[in-house]
């Protein structure tokens, strides 16, 4: 690994001297990359107050050590075969996973059923269903479950299955089976990944089977998913978007996808800004 001099030394505006060395560069750019999901070098280089040729060292040094890939402009988290850790799933643009959930759940009527699958932004969208009345909620997702706890208007169901320690979740054939049995107004799934062609993706194949599963036993099917999704790769496919009523994210689509959304009769909720994008 190369190591800058100080950054006094390469700073284009001596005001702004943080002298961090590169090994605290490094680590801080891997925090950002995981909160944010992708890095630009030129807000990079204006936030440790270096060059962007600097940056651009910085990041090539990540890549060769697998930590990020390069892409136009920065870098995003890397492709890969299996997810990210839990922990930094959960870190991974809190903010923004919040304001998904909002926008969702402002569409959640009370006195529907709904399921909630696998998923750090799905377990936002339970801590914003809290104040909702006269809800039932099934869901494969141990945190769901002991987030809607604290509503006493809310009915928890909880699917069977095998459970999936790293992340509280439940999949597996009995899963798939259990799901079955029921029928719901609303499927509210996350995902992993999203293609530009408008797939949806995930990792663990047996997660795959019972997202499908969840779609087919409801009546209406929305999508949240944040803008670090578009950025990431994933080997087994869910379903496309022109399967689900209504996709919450919080950041524009990219213009190809969000043309398809158009003529899937997609409608796509950017949170933050107002009203909603539909063909």
Not at 197 to 224: K, N, P, T
Not at 255 to 275: F, K
């Amino acid at each position: 690994m190369r190591f800058d001099p100080p950054a006094q030394i390469d700073t284009p505006n001596p005001g702004k001297v943080r002298f961090m060395s590169q090994a605290e560069r490094l680590r801080d750019i891997q925090v950002m990359a995981r909160r944010d999901g992708r890095v630009v070098v030129e807000d990079l280089a204006a936030h440790f107050a270096v060059t962007m040729q600097t940056i651009r060292r910085d990041l090539a040094d990540l890549a060769d050590q697998g930590k990020l890939q390069r892409v136009h402009g920065g870098a995003i988290l890397p492709s890969t075969v299996a997810n990210i850790g839990y922990q930094d799933r959960r870190d991974l643009n809190e903010v923004g996973k919040a304001a998904i959930a909002l926008a969702c759940a402002r569409d959640i009527p009370n006195g529907c059923s709904l399921f909630l699958n696998i998923g750090t932004t799905t377990e936002a969208v339970a801590r914003a269903l809290l104040k909702h009345r006269d809800i039932m909620v099934l869901t494969n997702n141990l945190n769901v479950a002991n987030i809607l706890i604290d509503n006493p208007h809310c009915e928890i169901i909880v699917v069977g299955g095998l459970l999936r320690r790293t992340d509280a979740g439940l999949v597996g054939t009995v899963t798939t089976q259990a799901i079955g049995q029921f029928k719901f107004d609303l499927a509210i799934i996350s995902c992993s990944a999203l293609d530009e062609d408008g797939d949806m993706l995930d990792y663990d194949i047996q997660e795959v089977g019972v997202s499908q599963a969840i779609l087919r036993q409801a009546r209406r099917s929305f999508l949240v998913a944040d803008h670090s999704k578009f950025a990431r790769r994933a080997p087994a496919r869910i379903g496309s978007l022109a399967q689900m009523d209504g996709f919450y994210t919080d950041a524009p689509l990219p213009p190809r996808l969000a043309d398809a959304c158009r003529g899937w009769h997609t409608a796509v909720t950017v949170a933050g800004q107002q009203g909603t994008t539909m063909a």
